[in-house]
């Protein structure tokens, strides 16, 4: 079976400094790891993902994942927080290797509130 | 990115009817179709797995009969929630993934369900 743990509920950061979303997961064979971002009473939308190749992923607005196999964690980072940022953040795996189910499984999702 | 258009984004129903939502996928053809379900303040949890030209695949401890799930073309498939009650009211979200299996998947914009 397959997991995803994000570990804080809420991250507060001030505007225009580094944030960090944290998110480890569990698979048994290759992870396909993904981050969405979701804005109140709407769908998830597609931030980056982690496939193979470089472990430092770079996505939209900004954002970038590095992916981390001996701690498995694949945690989400931006080098100056937008007041714009401030959402729910859902980290995502799935079984590359197709030993799991084919829809992701999510973590339980990170508020990230960025203070003016 | 790919689009995922879901309807309708909100409806409120009396308990004992039916509603039905309908995802499409607007400009790609995705044999495939996922349908989450989110509570207030918690993670996505999938529902089942929708297949172009045949059954469903329900998760663990999702009743089949109550959540009806068709999926007749390559761009549409539909929940329906048959004889809703309050406990149904909920937060559904499809998705689809288009091309490789790589591929992250897209998201509608969700249904806000309201049993009264």
């Known amino acids: 079976a397959q997991s995803v743990a994000q570990p804080e509920d809420q991250v507060n950061v001030a505007e225009g400094n580094p944030l960090t979303v944290k998110c480890t997961y569990s698979?048994?064979?290759?992870?396909?790891l993904f981050w969405y971002v979701q804005y109140p009473n709407r769908g998830l939308q597609f931030l980056l993902k982690?496939?193979?190749?470089?472990?430092l992923v770079k996505g939209s607005y900004g954002f970038e994942a590095e992916f981390n196999k001996s701690q498995t964690s694949f945690h989400l980072k931006k080098p100056s927080a937008l007041v714009s940022d401030s959402a729910l953040y859902f980290c995502?795996?799935?079984?590359?290797?197709?030993?799991?189910?084919?829809?992701?499984?999510f973590g339980k999702g990170t508020h990230l509130i960025i203070q003016p | 990115g790919a689009v995922v258009s879901q309807h309708p984004s909100r409806v409120i129903c009396k308990s004992g009817t039916s509603v039905k939502i309908e995802c499409r996928s607007l400009?790609?053809?995705?044999?495939?179709m996922f349908w989450y379900r989110q509570f207030p303040k918690q993670s996505l949890m999938l529902m089942a797995t929708?297949?172009?030209?045949?059954?469903?695949?329900?998760e663990q401890g999702v009743e089949k009969d109550k959540f009806l799930i068709n999926h007749a073309s390559l761009t549409l498939s539909t929940l329906t929630v048959t004889s809703a009650h309050p406990e149904d009211s909920s937060f559904y979200i499809c998705?689809?993934?288009?091309?490789?299996?790589?591929?992250?998947?897209?998201f509608g914009e969700g249904s806000r369900l309201t049993v009264l």
């Open positions: 995502a795996v799935r079984d590359g290797s197709g030993g799991g189910a084919d829809g992701l499984t």
């Open positions: 998705s689809a993934r288009p091309g490789t299996m790589t591929g992250e998947l897209f």
């Open positions: 982690y496939i193979t190749g470089d472990n």
């Open positions: 929708s297949n172009e030209g045949s059954k469903a695949t329900y």
């Open positions: 698979v048994s064979g290759n992870p396909y």
């Open positions: 400009d790609f053809q995705a044999t495939t």
